[in-house]
RNA sequence: CGAGUCGGCUGGGCGGUCGCGUCGGCGGGGGAGACCCCGUCGCCGAGGAACGUCCGGGCUCCACAGGGCAGGGUGGUCGUUAACAGCGACCCGGGGUGACCCGCGGGACAGUGCCACAGAGAACAGACCGCCAGCAGUUCGCUGCUGGUAAGGGUGAAACGGCGGUGUAAGAGACCACCGCACACCGGGUGACCGGUGUGGCUCGGUAAACCCCACCCGGAGCAAGGUCAAGAGGGACGACGGCUCGCCGCCGUCCUGCGCAGGCGUUCGAGGGCUGCCCGCCCGAGCCUGCGGGUAGACCGCUCGAGCCUGCCGGCAACGGCAGGCCUAGAUGGAUGACCGCCCAUCGGGAGGCCGUGAGGCACCCGUGGACAGAACCCGGCGUACAGGCCGACUCGUCCG
């Protein structure tokens, strides 16, 4: 689980990522990537404090209780992953409505095969 | 033992590793302060439907100057409640051998509308067949005309009370008994209504989830309610730089504006707004309305102690109410309450063929499978809908034994 300082809280984060980032489509999701947080123009906004991360589910995944497992197994994959970005990266997972039925073994492999094409070569593991 | 009716409870358990959110303790840091951040420890952390948002309330804001008309809701009676379209008991009607179940259950002599098709005839009824009488004809089978008749046939959702008898040419509430209906009286019940007696021979329909009439009830919007505090997002012009598909995109700086543009109405001869809609009336009143394009919704309070939950006693057939004691039980905001693993228990599939039993079957063993419906968002009371299974209680009918 993430706590709520590492993930994405404001809708202006979540456009930003997903317009102007990196995509990589896997089976069960699509990585949005960005790499180097805007400037904020509200000003004061905090140091970069690690990588964050955010979470699209739609309701083509299912009702309400299988959108909130898809989310947590997701958050809990996520977790595991989140400190091969840079402290300035933000990521979003989408879910495709094939994550409903796919297990965290899944999930996990899809997410680790997505984020290793959307780094860099020099930094990888 | 079999078949069945009703009601209640439950909604996987234990452990491990790693995490999340609120609150609290301790330590550290920042700040003038309010307070915030980090680390660590501890407590607590989804449901019976959290769901649908169909009713009813609390709470908040607006209004409170009323009257008339319109509109919406409810509909056996009596209770219950903060309130209800809920719940309980009872009444009436219908179904079942029974436990029990079902019913949008006021009014059709206040008025209007509708009642298809079939049928001879359908709302001041109606002779198609049939039955009976008279007359005429006759090939003695019957036929025609006139009249009587609603018992029978046939049509229909429904045919002017039902059934049996008396009666009659045949028939008919014409008359009689029973049942039904209407009215009156008596008795019982808070009441819906029920029981009894008498009288009347008794045509005079259905539909009000058709208009309508009657009785009772009903302000509007909703926690994005509402309050406090912060902040400007954005747009335009000019210029520099970068990119390329060469007139657009990205980015930076300065200036202007602080939603922009266009149109309409108006400041006491009053726009517009409010009093649920309309009219009358009343109040507020200097900005308001329309179109196009664009933007924002941050923090804190509201926010969880409440018609609250549990236990016991008392009143009541019950719904429910009263008293006493105890308890504190989620508060997220891109939205915590989880992820993974092991064992066990339901469930289902397969194997082996062990034990018990005449038998259907039951118990035990091994392997696999694997958990119904579904996720709080201001809070309650209901209703409705979804749901793998498991447990408990009361009662009815049938069969066997004693």
Do not use: C, W
Request: proline share 9%; glycine share 8%.
């Amino acid at each position: 689980m993430l706590p709520a300082q590492a993930r994405l809280r404001r809708r202006p984060e979540f456009t930003a990522v997903v317009r102007y980032g990196r995509r990589a489509g896997r089976p069960t999701m699509v990585l949005h990537y960005l790499s180097e947080r805007p400037e904020q123009p509200a000003g004061g906004s905090p140091p970069p404090t690690g990588a964050r991360a955010g979470f699209v589910v739609g309701k083509s995944v299912g009702n309400s209780v299988v959108r909130h497992r898809v989310t947590r197994q997701l958050r809990a994959v996520v977790r595991a992953e989140l400190h091969r970005l840079p402290v300035t990266a933000d990521l979003v997972v989408r879910a495709r409505p094939e994550a409903a039925t796919a297990g965290s073994d899944l999930l996990r492999r899809d997410l680790v095969a997505g984020i290793d094409r959307l780094l860099p070569e020099r930094v990888r593991r």
